[in-house]
């Protein structure tokens, strides 16, 4: 099982970019994947994440309305587009897959770090709004 983030950068306040995790080892649409962002001295925080059976989301408070989770199981590639960036949304950003095949695991009650610490991680990528 492998999972890598790429896209991150340096992108300006109001700005935007996608970041994209590539998905090998497994098939992609019988797990959820989650996208978690780290900041420096913050614990690692549960952002959005998307279902494999049927593709349904959530989303955390701190992204909701301005991050876009999306899926392509074709391409194994699950994609987070983030818009109206602020320097707080400075951070590390993670992808990873759920521990088991399970709706549960992206649901407002499964999508935490306590529940996908024993998934499978990727590297992340580091992604920086500032002027």
């Known amino acids: 099982v492998q999972l890598q983030a790429s896209g991150g950068g340096l992108v300006q306040p109001g700005g935007s970019l996608r970041l994209s995790c590539a998905a090998s080892?497994?098939?992609?649409?019988?797990?959820?994947i989650g996208w978690f962002r780290q900041a420096p001295g913050k614990e690692r925080e549960a952002m959005t994440c998307?279902?494999?059976?049927?593709?349904?989301?959530y989303y955390g408070d701190s992204v909701k309305g301005r991050f876009t989770i999306s899926r392509d199981n074709a391409k194994s590639t699950v994609y987070l587009q983030m818009n109206s960036l602020r320097p707080e949304d400075t951070a590390i950003y993670y992808c990873?897959?759920?521990?088991?095949?399970?709706?549960?695991?992206?649901?407002?009650?499964?999508?935490?770090?306590?529940?996908?610490?024993?998934?499978?991680w990727g590297q992340g990528t580091q992604v920086t709004v500032s002027s």
């Open positions: 990873a897959r759920s521990p088991h095949p399970l709706n549960y695991f992206c649901s407002g009650i499964g999508f935490h770090m306590k529940h996908w610490s024993s998934g499978s």
């Open positions: 080892g497994f098939t992609l649409d019988r797990y959820a």
């Open positions: 998307t279902t494999g059976v049927d593709g349904s989301t």
